[in-house]
């Protein structure tokens, strides 16, 4: 392999390794005699390669969205891929077996839960579906390439979709409209692509489910998941009750909103699902220029809302810990990830000088709370930060808990704003949330094996009726079917569902803080620590919250959401 290319951030600075480097250290774990008292040792010698291992991965996949042209990084990560991931992925599965199988009698209490989702990961593995596995990786890579490549002719540029962000939600309306059709058109431009992408997934996916013998592709990320505290029916149940008890006052927001707006009917440009436009009498909000005073200001929240967040977020700054500017080939999609042997998270962005910048920094930040306290609480690699179902509640909570302390950005005026902005983010993403998870329970489990793009994007405006009836699309009803051309369906398939648990336990976490701040807080740092050592609804009680989303817990959070407004 090239030598790597250096690159300004040390956290990111790699080097090139072979699978001989770890192979010996690893056979030495397979054949090495393990008695009772040996167990807790055996654990962390095996957590601390698995570390190792994981720093280099999202090294190399950070460097590989960075610049998704440049052929040395993509060469890096696809060598890990398809050279270390697969051997790493047997031995991993051959000490996964070797630990069941041994006397488990001295067992410490933080390894009791990593034993249970190791039983569901020997359920999964099957040695035929590590090649199937590399197929889909190099599926997902490209995918990446396509998302960072999207460019959209606007006004005599090219711009990438975050550079677009500010005219789509201008509260110049003719703005909005045009900055929405270049966008769209970008969009229908790379459909035919995507639609094949997908296929060419679905088909590797329920392969893999097949292989193991599972049903479906959804039992298969049942367990693939660790979803043990519910049952595919109860998100179906969920689904409904969002429809029931969340629908209706989206739909009351949407109203209130075109009444605003002052127009006859809200069509695409003027409601954007995530983001509430301001009328034509509002100035745009400009929280920002710089990446650099995006970071200044977010260090001042932190500073306001708790010390120990404060100190953690420096510490992130002085680490260089992210990369959030705008560059040419990076891919568009936010995130946060572990870098475990630096025992630091990252975290990845675009920013252009939104609010929505700021509310997604925040929520990045928010995980990278969550994975610093963690990594620095648990002593086994895997129980850095928690199962799924929890671990955006931290997330999420942090766009929800800053909302009084966003003086830095805005004035008082703007910051009601701002919170009005959050509160309709919060009722509109249930049913997205509800929306994408539905369609993957039906591309997953229920579509037949042939198929089509047809039925897909049908499925898809059935569902849209269900959860997200308005705005009106008329006349743009070929783009409107696309819309399950999302991140998560093409690189985290069925994972989503857990943004929308998340988001009712942030609301719960926020109502609390208006309670009692303090206390709040500590709940907050408690739980992050205890990573993923603590089943889900063990996790929520530590925060002080209820893992319990019936519809009369729905109905209570929805009435304490409209009080905030």
Not at 417 to 444: E, S, T
Request: proline letters at 5%.
């Amino acid at each position: 392999m090239k030598p790597m290319p250096e690159i300004e951030n040390s956290l990111l600075q790699d080097a090139p390794i072979a699978w001989g480097n770890y192979q010996s250290r690893y056979q030495h774990l397979i054949d090495g005699v393990v008695n009772p008292e040996d167990i807790t040792q055996f654990l962390l010698d095996w957590s601390d390669l698995e570390t190792e291992l994981d720093q280099v991965q999202a090294v190399r996949t950070l460097r590989a969205h960075l610049d998704t042209r440049d052929e040395a990084a993509q060469t890096a990560y696809r060598e890990f891929m398809t050279d270390i991931h697969p051997e790493r992925e047997r031995v991993n599965g051959a000490l996964k077996q070797k630990l069941l199988s041994l006397d488990l009698s001295h067992l410490p209490a933080d390894a009791v839960r990593l034993v249970r989702r190791f039983q569901a990961d020997a359920r999964l593995f099957r040695e035929e579906n590590i090649k199937v596995q590399m197929q889909l990786s190099e599926l997902e890579q490209e995918y990446t390439q396509i998302n960072a490549a999207l460019k959209v002719d606007f006004r005599g540029e090219k711009l990438g979709l975050p550079q677009l962000a500010p005219f789509l939600l201008s509260p110049d309306r003719q703005d909005r409209e045009e900055a929405w059709k270049a966008s769209r058109q970008t969009f229908r431009e790379a459909a035919p692509v995507l639609d094949d992408l997908f296929l060419r997934m679905l088909k590797l996916r329920r392969l893999l489910a097949c292989n193991a013998g599972y049903a479906s592709f959804r039992d298969y990320m049942w367990d693939k998941y660790h979803r043990f505290d519910y049952n595919p029916q109860d998100c179906l149940n969920f689904h409904q009750t969002i429809e029931t008890e969340v629908v209706p006052f989206a739909l009351e927001l949407l109203e209130q909103h075109r009444e605003r707006l002052g127009l006859e009917v809200l069509r695409p440009w003027d409601a954007y699902w995530y983001d509430r436009v301001d009328p034509p009498d509002c100035a745009p909000l400009q929280p920002f220029k710089t990446a650099a005073e995006l970071v200044a200001r977010s260090a001042e929240v932190f500073s306001r809302l708790n010390p120990r967040l404060a100190e953690m977020f420096q510490l992130f700054r002085d680490h260089k810990a992210m990369d959030l500017e705008v560059r040419e080939n990076k891919l568009s999609q936010a995130y946060c990830t572990s870098l475990p042997v630096s025992k630091l998270p990252f975290v990845f962005q675009q920013v252009v000088g939104t609010a929505g910048d700021v509310s997604v920094f925040l929520h990045e930040s928010g995980h990278a709370f969550h994975d610093f306290l963690s990594m620095h609480s648990q002593r086994f690699y895997w129980n850095h930060m928690s199962s799924s179902e929890f671990i955006e509640v931290p997330s999420t909570a942090m766009e929800l808990i800053t909302l009084d302390a966003l003086d830095p950005f805005f004035d008082p005026q703007e910051m009601e704003r701002v919170k009005g902005a959050a509160i309709w983010q919060m009722v509109h993403n249930l049913p997205h949330c509800c929306f994408l998870d539905a369609f993957q329970h039906w591309v997953y489990s229920e579509a037949p094996e042939d198929v089509t793009i047809e039925m897909l994007d049908q499925k898809a405006l059935e569902l849209l009726q269900r959860f997200r009836p308005v705005p009106a699309w008329d006349g743009f009803e070929a783009d409107r079917k696309k819309l399950w051309h999302f991140f998560h369906v093409f690189y985290v398939p069925f994972y989503y569902i857990e943004y929308a648990f998340c988001g009712l336990g942030a609301l719960q976490l926020w109502k609390n803080q208006q309670q009692d701040p303090e206390k709040t807080l500590q709940q907050y740092l408690e739980a992050l620590e205890a990573g993923n050592s603590l089943s889900v609804p063990e996790l929520y009680e530590k925060c002080g919250l209820n893992f319990k989303f019936d519809r009369q817990t729905v109905h209570d959070l929805m009435d304490f959401v409209r009080s905030q407004g």
